[in-house]
């Protein structure tokens, strides 16, 4: 009976544990970091970290502007938006879904990373109230260390 006893507590303790350290890992995934230059004023660059920190990033935000680091970075310039991030040693450049990025953390490709060139209407942080719904086509790309591209993802 007392064995009984002792391999029940066992199995519950391990269980317990397992729980815990499962919702540990989800805290983990969900507190991904991530850095990103910006302006001090825009706005739709605040709207897009907004949109990352509501997906599970944690922004570290430098308001210095972009240009320095997007060329430290190494992302070619015609490739530029107005704010430039750096996650797991990715460089993310411009309005990508938050989805986009995770997509890319996952399958882990051999690239410089992403860009969403210019400011297009609909990608995340340029599709709040004063946009009036409107949501052009763009699409993310996936920028190989040569500076070359090829689409990542299409958005409608």
């Not at 540990?24 to 230059?37: C, K, P, S």
């Not at 938050?98 to 992403?114: S, T, V």
């Amino acid at each position: 009976m007392e064995s009984i006893k002792r391999q029940r507590r066992l199995l519950l303790t391990g269980a317990a544990a397992l729980g815990l350290a499962a919702s540990g890992l989800v805290r983990a995934q969900a507190a991904q970091g991530i850095e990103v230059w910006k302006d001090p004023n825009c706005g739709c660059c605040q709207d897009w970290i907004s949109h990352l920190e509501q997906n599970g990033f944690k922004a570290r935000v430098f308001d210095s502007g972009n240009n320095a680091a997007r060329a430290q970075l190494g992302m070619p310039q015609p490739l530029g938006s107005c704010h430039t991030a750096l996650v797991q040693g990715y460089v993310i450049e411009g309005h990508v879904p938050a989805k986009d990025i995770q997509r890319l953390l996952k399958e882990k490709p051999q690239a410089l990373g992403l860009a969403v060139p210019g400011m297009p209407i609909g990608s995340p942080g340029m599709d709040g109230p004063a946009y009036g719904g409107r949501r052009d086509r763009y699409e993310v790309l996936l920028v190989l260390k040569d500076g070359s591209t090829r689409v990542f993802q299409r958005h409608a």
